[in-house]
Structure formats: structure tokens, C-alpha cells
């Protein structure tokens, strides 16, 4: 089954409808989400990307990035995709949105006006193993020198994405 995503201006005012790969060749601007999950002891969930992803795979991420469908909020776009990939509910608020792009290979882009939700969750996960390889929890410090000592090893988004989550927070 083919994916779309919803092209949108930076005003986040719809512009389009584009099949997702044919979005990530051209580059063009559409809106996504990214879920970040924390334990009771404030370690952060990496999700380990599945090998059979087209772009990225085996990288590691985190917990959720994907895209709302036209008729969704970004908020059930993002509760969908916690279910369909890490097989879990949770409580997830919104805490900010911007716009980035990233360069993640073999002629393919992210060009995102991305909403960044932030939930808890210490149960059991059901992987959808054709999404996810693995999940770990890890402190912000620990991922910051894994970051920093093999960068290869994760997403180009997920480094955009932190460090802009730490600038909202301070962390």
C-alpha cells in the first residue's frame, strides 16, 4: 500500500498530497511528528530502526517519527503510530513544532514541519518488527556520548531533533 503525506506551506496551510518516497526524493515540505518517551527515571526510549526500511534502517531514532494522514491530527497520527510500531497507548502532549531539513542518503530528504510530542511508559512493548529492531532505554548523557563518539550510528533527524529539544528544555 502506497503512503502519502500532507505537503504543507511553513504556515502549515495543506499545499498537497505527495506519495511518501516521491516527497523524500523532491525534498518537499510535509508534516510529520516525533514521539519521545521517557521511563519513571527520566531515560530517554531509542527505537533501532527495522533493516528493511528504505531510508535509515538499523539507525537509531527516537521512539516514534512518521507522518499525520490528511484526515488526522498530528496528535492521533502520533497515538496511531505508537500503536502500530511499538504495539503500546500512552499519554502523549504536544511541547513544540518547527521545520527542518536533513540530508539522510541515496538522494532522499526530510523536509518536515515536525510537532514533537513527550509521554511516559514503563510496561511491556509489542515491536512491529517490519518498524522496529529493538528499543532501549538510555540517559541523556549516555546517548549524548554515543552521539558523539559514533554518529553514523543514528538518525540524521533524531540529531536535529534533540538538540532542538534541548533547546525547548533545557536538558
Given at each position: ?5 500532507v505537503?504543507?506551506d511553513s ?9 511518501k ?20 527515571k527520566?531515560?530517554m ?18 521512539a516514534v517519527?512518521s507522518?499525520?494522514r490528511m ?11 505508537v500503536?502500530?510500531?511499538l504495539?503500546?497507548?500512552?499519554d502523549?502532549?504536544?511541547k ?5 531539513k ?10 518536515e ?9 514503563e ?10 529492531e529493538?528499543?532501549?532505554y ?7 556520548r554515543?552521539m558523539?563518539?559514533?554518529?553514523e ?5 533524531f540529531?536535529?531533533i534533540l538538540e ?8
Amino acid at each position: 500500500m502506497e503512503e502519502y503525506v500532507v505537503l504543507v506551506d511553513s504556515e502549515d496551510q495543506v499545499t498537497g498530497m505527495m506519495e511518501k518516497q516521491q516527497a523524500h526524493i523532491n525534498g518537499l515540505l510535509h508534516r510529520a511528528f516525533s514521539v519521545f518517551l521517557f521511563n519513571s527515571k527520566g531515560e530517554m526510549l531509542l527505537q533501532k530502526r527495522a533493516a528493511g526500511k528504505y531510508h535509515s534502517p538499523l539507525k537509531w531514532t527516537n521512539a516514534v517519527c512518521s507522518h499525520p494522514r490528511m484526515e488526522e491530527t498530528y496528535l492521533e497520527g502520533a497515538k496511531r503510530r505508537v500503536k502500530e510500531e511499538l504495539g503500546i497507548e500512552t499519554d502523549l502532549s504536544e511541547k513544540f513544532s518547527f521545520i527542518y531539513k536533513a540530508d539522510v542518503g541515496n538522494g532522499l530528504w526530510e523536509h518536515e514541519l515536525d510537532h514533537v510530542f513527550v509521554g511516559t511508559f514503563e510496561d511491556e512493548f509489542h515491536l512491529n518488527k517490519e518498524e522496529v529492531e529493538e528499543v532501549r532505554y538510555i540517559t541523556i548523557e549516555d546517548l549524548d556520548r554515543e552521539m558523539s563518539e559514533n554518529p553514523e550510528n543514528f538518525t540524521e533527524w533524531f540529531k536535529i531533533i534533540l538538540e532542538e529539544y534541548k533547546h525547548h528544555f533545557n536538558s
